[in-house]
């Protein structure tokens, strides 16, 4: 095990009861991907997931886990995305440790492989549309967090967050700051999501947090429950998949012929792009019928979740900007779709084939 796989399981031993943790081999341990320390563990009481939170305020993230924990088995609200058991909370440490589902598949895994059923999106549209149901009153926390790209780098960045930056995120600001109409469309997203009418929220929703078994999906990763703009959530989910319709332009999912290192022109990454997403559009589709069949909505919130699917694209050109010297076409055709949703948000309904209230 890695010093730091065994700091982590240290920790657990000194903040758990469990007997069954003080004697855990090195092949009990799996490390999983992830951006928190994320371990499968297995004892003879059972299998766990143990994560550890990097966050600074780890322990507020762990708060907002437990209030949404607290809220799905108390049982006042069946219908709400459901989350594995949490045994233990260490705010000292910031850990947690969770029943393990085992027989769970991520979807990320099921969405790249086109095994993601549309029966399941659908599920999850009516599962967050409970949750969004759920009286404000039961959710004290606000949630304070938003997408990237930061609205006060837009007009300029500060020189200490500057230092810390990538290549890649600097040049990914500046493709944004020399746009004034996607500032704009950015700028009012943010202030008309402020006055919307709020409602809980998973906050930070992306495939990767559902998992899915032969009993239905799961959704996870609980640390950004709070109140806000339920359309961050409808928007983030639809936007996975335009994001996924995105990187697949070059491969061969969803129809057509790979690339492979074949350079491709703007007008081919437009039509592919356009054929991808068609081909992920009944997912979509099944994901919003599952949404209105609990939830009334309005076309404000249409708007709003267009343009959050629009913006969680941009977000996504940040996650891997954090690693890049330089943006790909891909990652540059991402920036683009996302900037055309923000500036026309009815047309991500559009593009999916999904009928809106203009």
């Not at 550890?52 to 305020?57: G, V």
């Not at 790979?258 to 054929?275: K, P, Q, Y």
């Not at 249409?302 to 629009?310: E, P």
Request: aromatic share 8%.
């Amino acid at each position: 095990m890695s010093n730091l796989v065994d700091s982590v399981l240290n920790q657990l031993r000194s903040s758990t009861n469990d007997q069954y943790f003080d004697s855990i081999a090195s092949d009990d341990v799996e490390q999983l991907f992830g951006r928190n320390i994320n371990l499968s563990v297995r004892t003879d009481s059972g299998k766990y997931f143990v994560k550890k939170l990097r966050f600074s305020n780890y322990a507020e993230k762990l708060e907002n886990s437990r209030a949404y924990e607290a809220l799905f088995h108390r049982g006042d609200f069946p219908e709400i995305p459901r989350c594995p058991r949490t045994s233990k909370f260490d705010s000292d440490h910031g850990l947690m440790v969770q029943d393990l589902l085992t027989d769970a598949e991520d979807g990320i895994t099921l969405m790249t492989e086109q095994r993601f059923r549309p029966a399941d999106a659908h599920t999850i549209g009516r599962q967050l549309s409970a949750l969004h149901s759920v009286p404000v009153s039961e959710v004290p926390q606000i949630n304070e967090g938003s997408p990237a790209p930061n609205l006060t780098y837009l007009d300029e960045i500060p020189l200490d967050a500057l230092v810390h930056m990538t290549n890649g995120e600097i040049n990914a600001y500046g493709l944004i700051q020399r746009d004034a109409e996607l500032v704009a469309a950015l700028s009012q997203l943010s202030a008309e999501s402020h006055e919307a009418d709020w409602a809980p929220i998973h906050g930070d929703l992306r495939v990767d947090q559902v998992l899915i078994d032969q009993s239905g999906p799961w959704i996870i990763d609980w640390e950004e429950f709070g109140q806000g703009d339920p359309a961050r959530d409808t928007g983030s989910f639809i936007g996975e998949w335009i994001y996924r319709a995105v990187l697949d332009i070059p491969t061969s999912r969803g129809g057509g012929t790979s690339l492979g290192d074949t350079e491709i022109s703007a007008g081919e990454i437009v039509r592919r792009g356009h054929e991808k997403a068609a081909s992920l559009a009944h997912t979509i589709s099944a994901f919003w019928s599952g949404y209105e069949s609990i939830r009334t909505v309005d076309n404000d919130f249409v708007k709003r979740t267009g343009g959050f699917a629009g913006w969680h694209l941009l977000d996504r050109l940040f996650a891997g900007a954090q690693s890049s010297a330089t943006l790909s076409p891909i990652q540059r055709a991402a920036a683009g779709v996302g900037r055309a949703a923000l500036l026309n948000p009815l047309g991500v309904f559009a593009l999916a084939g999904i009928e809106v209230t203009k």
